[in-house]
């Protein structure tokens, strides 16, 4: 199996198509040129046997034919005693001997062929009786005076008596033609059957055949196309891994050449991807760092100066300090996001991956939020059911804890907040719903993009970096999962995040 494998390899998927599709046709070809060979056997036996059943029928019924016409000329020549009927007697004799001879060659039966023996010697003994009968001359008679009426009665007397032996004679022989009738008629049923039973073996050796071929053709499609698919898959299985961000293992595509090249170059892609990844990290730590020295000398400066340690400020110097104070902590915060986001979105493949108790993570964080949701006075209403995934739960915590944070940030004072967990099939389903001003329906692509701010945050100045839903994609996408807004339900308008999970990472 293994020599094979190799030797598949040296070939272009093409190529690979062509044999495959030719070493799994062959089977069938074979299949169709083994049925119409017997096919081919069946009809001209059976041509064979209808002919020689049609030739035996035909002579049988001529047999008997033939010898009424014979029984019937002989009576007529043993009558009349002319030339002519003579000739017509020893005619339907040799028309008669002739089929005869037809039957002796149409039959193999030993006992068919000793009847029919018989059946031309009792013919013959009776055309040679019958004319040998014809020739005996007449008695003389004793008086003169009465010669002319005792010739004719003497002649009516010998005739009488010929055509009495002619009548034993012949009554014996239609009892032989009949018995040769049905030796003939089971020799016809005898062909029949025959042909039934070789028409019966010819079907059982094509399925024979058939259950022998087919199975050889599906199998080799089934090795083929296995040997195609997993190259196939491991391809996908590899793109997977790049889209998720693991740029460590290396990528090997085995199968027919073209494929295995298509993998050579998904690892040179893998080896790209993760030189870009690793500068961008190195150049977003570098940034990071070199802006948040000054910027921490920058906030400590202007805190002294609203502090009015080093002097007194009056109104207008106040306000602009504090407002530079507010700034500085705000781009703190937000590089603090950005280190964040780059600390996420590093090499989420390789992740530490362990079973997270979802419910209770989701149960525990919802814990911690009970004194922001105490202070706007917002219901949280949960329904939770037992789903547990393999995944990072730092991650995971993250994922939920924006989510949450978002919602609490958005709602209203006295409003509602709906969090659902439970298994989709194969995946985890989470979805987080506030009663606040919800998510424009052209910005739902877009809130999950880095420093997005919709148009709600804007209008009621939330405060916000817009890295929270960016870090909530990326840690999503690190599990094979995905993110989405979706459409607030009937009789609400705020914002609906659903997010789905595979409880298996591949």
């Not at 009465?146 to 009516?156: F, I, L, N, V």
């Not at 494929?259 to 570098?286: M, T, V």
């Not at 300090?321 to 915060?333: G, P, R």
């Not at 995905?482 to 298996?504: F, T, W």
């Amino acid at each position: 199996m293994l020599i094979l494998f190799n030797l598949l390899r040296r070939i272009s998927l093409r190529k690979l198509i062509l044999v495959g599709f030719t070493m799994a046709i062959l089977p069938l070809v074979l299949a169709l040129v083994f049925a119409v060979t017997a096919v081919k056997e069946l009809a001209v036996s059976s041509q064979k046997t209808a002919y020689r059943v049609a030739q035996i029928s035909q002579k049988k019924e001529l047999l008997r034919e033939r010898l009424t016409d014979f029984e019937r000329k002989a009576k007529r020549y043993l009558v009349l005693e002319d030339a002519e009927s003579r000739l017509a007697f020893e005619a339907v004799h040799r028309d008669l001997s002739e089929v005869i001879g037809n039957l002796l060659s149409l039959t193999e039966e030993p006992a068919l062929v000793v009847q029919l023996q018989r059946f031309s010697v009792e013919e013959g003994g009776i055309y040679h009786h019958v004319s040998n009968m014809s020739a005996e001359p007449l008695a003389k008679p004793e008086k003169v005076g009465s010669r002319a009426g005792s010739t004719r009665e003497r002649r009516d007397r010998s005739t009488k008596a010929r055509i009495e032996k002619a009548d034993e004679m012949f009554s014996a022989i239609n009892v032989r033609a009949k018995e040769l009738a049905r030796g003939f008629s089971s020799v016809v049923d005898a062909e029949v059957d025959n042909l039934q039973a070789r028409s019966d073996a010819v079907q059982r050796r094509m399925l024979q055949q058939s259950s022998i071929l087919l199975p050889i053709s599906v199998v080799l499609i089934s090795f083929v196309t296995f040997f195609i698919i997993r190259s196939v898959r491991q391809m996908d299985h590899a793109i997977r891994k790049l889209g998720a961000g693991d740029f460590v293992q290396p990528i090997q595509v085995t199968g027919p050449k073209d494929l295995e090249y298509l993998g050579e170059r998904l690892d040179w892609l893998r080896s790209r991807l993760r030189g870009l990844e690793e500068a961008k990290q190195q150049f977003i730590r570098h940034v990071s760092h070199e802006i948040k020295t000054p910027l921490a000398t920058i906030h400590e400066g202007t805190e002294l100066l609203a502090d009015e340690v080093v002097g007194e400020l009056n109104t207008e110097q106040r306000e602009i300090a504090q407002i530079v104070v507010s700034n500085t902590q705000k781009l703190d915060t937000l590089i603090a996001e950005l280190i964040n986001y780059s600390q996420v979105n590093a090499r989420p493949g390789a992740m530490l991956r362990e079973m997270v108790d979802m419910a209770k993570l989701v149960s525990d964080l919802i814990e911690d939020y009970q004194i922001r949701l105490r202070t706007k006075s917002i219901e949280l209403v949960d329904r939770l059911l037992p789903v547990e995934l393999e995944g990072n739960p730092d991650q995971l915590r993250t994922v939920v804890d924006n989510l949450l944070s978002n919602a609490v940030k958005y709602s209203p004072v006295g409003g509602e907040i709906r969090v659902t967990l439970r298994p989709n099939g194969g995946h985890m389903e989470l979805e987080v719903e506030d009663d606040g001003p919800g998510i424009e329906p052209d910005e739902r692509k877009h809130v999950f993009e880095p420093f997005f701010q919709g148009k709600a945050a804007r209008e009621q100045g939330i405060a916000g970096t817009g890295m929270g839903l960016a870090i909530v994609s990326e840690c999503v996408s690190g599990h094979h999962g995905k993110v989405e807004a979706l459409e607030p339900r009937p009789d609400k308008k705020g914002a609906r995040i659903r997010v789905q999970i595979p409880l298996r990472l591949d």
